[in-house]
């Protein structure tokens, strides 16, 4: 009496739950670092003077 009854099924759902807690807060936590890159990314290209811009798109369109 009064005690905890933790069923086989109430254990499998919790463990379910978690695991799809997880990987949804990964993914998500991946997405947002992705945008922040580009956003990074971004800004500083926006420093760049027009020679390094120039310098930096012949390098990406040789290779």
């Known amino acids: 009496m009064g005690g905890i009854d933790v069923s086989i099924i109430g254990m499998f759902i ?3 739950t978690g695991l799809g807690s997880y990987v949804l807060g990964k993914r998500m936590r991946e997405k947002r670092a ?3 890159r580009e956003k990074d990314r971004i800004a500083s290209q926006a420093g760049e003077t027009r020679q390094v811009r120039r310098a930096r798109e012949r390098k990406e369109r040789d290779g």
Request: glycine share 0%; hydrophobic share 65%; net charge positive.
């Open 14 to 16: 919790a463990v379910v």
């Open 34 to 36: 992705a945008k922040r």
